[in-house]
């Protein structure tokens, strides 16, 4: 079993900054792509920031030069530094991970989210 846990949520006023983490945890073998999405009510989830298992990021042209994402993979975490942010990013952010987990002697590959955090961006 893999739980992802997400961290960091809250209410900002605009302008403000925020960090968001999720950490996974369970039998975890690998870790290979972990990303942020988002919600916001009556809106479809779209994907805010996605980071390769080496480094390599990318983003929505709504966040682009306000958000960074990063990950620590010694600590299974990743990360989500939410800047100058505008009332547009309130949302549920979630996080999502492809992961192989190792368990009774067998791989398995599977995609996990996380429970949903909620940014509130007040103007």
């Known amino acids: 079993q893999v739980q992802l846990v997400e961290t960091g949520g809250g209410l900002v006023q605009t302008g403000g900054s925020l960090r968001l983490s999720c950490e996974a945890s369970?039998?975890?073998?690998?870790?290979?792509?972990m990303d942020w999405y988002r919600q916001a009510p009556g809106k479809q989830r779209e994907l805010v920031a996605a980071?390769?298992?080496?480094?390599?990021?990318n983003y929505a042209d709504s966040v682009k030069g306000r958000f960074t994402i990063s990950r620590d993979n010694t600590k299974n975490t990743v990360y989500l530094q939410m800047n100058s942010l505008k009332p547009e990013d309130t949302a549920v952010y979630y996080c999502?991970?492809?992961?192989?987990?190792?368990?009774?002697?067998?791989?398995?590959?599977?995609?996990?989210w996380g429970q949903g955090t909620q940014v509130t961006v007040s103007s």
């Open positions: 980071i390769t298992s080496g480094g390599s990021t």
């Open positions: 999502n991970a492809e992961i192989t987990t190792y368990a009774g002697g067998y791989y398995r590959n599977d995609d996990y």
């Open positions: 369970g039998s975890i073998f690998r870790i290979y792509a």
